[in-house]
């Protein structure tokens, strides 16, 4: 009996930690989500001091989320091993982190993270023409409705009605993670929290000589600390913990909650509906990536892989 109960405990230990994984990347999704209604509480006209102070706070957080997981050695070893890889990468995440803020003044959240949906697919294009990764056709066929998707969205910039800026921003975003995840999936060595990291400091640092004054009001600061650690600090801390217990397919279709929650908050707390063409394009490109999600899922079901394939879609 002893023997048996072993044999249980053992096989019950993976599936235990694949649910604590799996939870940590819904929280780090849904602490994503957050972000778009955070930043529509913030009266700070000036971006850059929005960019400065949420990077700064993240910067904060997660240095000291390194130091209480790795101690000072461990942290300093993860930076110092990223070489170039980590530093490619953290210029992509500084990228996409101030891209997002600034397109918060030019177009909705919607039009921001279902653009950004389609991350996924985007990384595949770019490992083929990159890397020569082999694509299935019907990753092809995903990749093509992503892009019709994307292009009925930013066709509103066309007649005038939506500043070509924002969506710009957003296609810069989506282009940045993507081309981040494929460095990772190329030098799977590169710890994701340090780069990341790396990658708040560059904002912060690019900011400061943008700013034309750093001054907020004390409400500002408030959900400025709400901005840096809970959306974008702690988010981090938690994918980056739980994406390494459960498979990549997993960990992207859990991902996906922040696209379908994150227009939902901005709704609910300042009424920003989006366009007709936004829940179009938004569509088409969510259905290709759930259609490409649901075929990883059962092109790796025997065995799940975990592990982390590639950076997810912070803002």
């Known amino acids: 009996m002893a023997e048996v109960a072993s044999s249980d405990a053992v096989a019950a230990a993976p599936a235990r930690t694949s649910r604590y994984g799996a939870a940590l990347v819904f929280l780090s999704a849904l602490l994503w989500s957050l972000g778009g209604a955070i930043a529509r509480y913030i009266d700070a006209a000036d971006p850059w001091a929005v960019i400065f102070w949420r990077s700064l706070w993240a910067t904060a957080f997660l240095i000291a989320y390194m130091l209480w997981r790795d101690g000072w050695r461990g942290t300093v070893r993860m930076f110092r091993d990223m070489g170039l890889p980590g530093l490619a990468v953290a210029a992509c995440f500084a990228t996409a982190s101030i891209c997002f803020v600034v397109a918060l003044s030019y177009t ?18 770019f490992a083929w023409i990159a890397l020569r990764e082999a694509v299935s056709g019907g990753t092809w066929v995903a990749i093509f409705f992503v892009i019709v998707g994307v292009g009925v969205m930013v066709s509103e910039t066309l007649g005038g009605s939506v500043s070509p800026i924002g969506d710009g921003l957003a296609l810069a975003i989506t282009c940045a993670l993507a081309t981040a995840t494929v460095i990772t999936r190329r030098f799977s060595n590169v710890r994701m929290t340090p780069a990341t990291c790396l990658g708040t400091v560059f904002a912060a640092l690019i900011a400061l000589t943008q700013a034309s004054s750093l001054a907020v009001s004390a409400h500002d600061m408030a959900f400025l600390f709400a901005f840096g650690v ?31 929650l994150g227009p939902v908050w901005v709704w609910l707390a300042h009424a920003e509906v989006p366009s007709g063409r936004t829940l179009i394009g938004g569509a088409i490109v969510f259905a290709a990536l759930l259609v490409h999600i649901a075929r990883e899922f059962r092109r790796h079901s025997q065995p799940p892989r975990p592990g982390v394939s590639g950076l997810p879609a912070p803002n």
């Open 108 to 125: 909705t959240v919607a039009n921001i993270l279902l653009i950004q949906a389609g991350v996924p697919l985007i990384a595949a294009l």
């Open 230 to 260: 809970i959306n974008l600090g702690l988010g981090l801390a938690c994918f980056a913990t739980g994406a390494r217990l459960i498979p990549a397919a997993m960990a992207a279709l859990l991902g996906t909650f922040e696209t379908i």
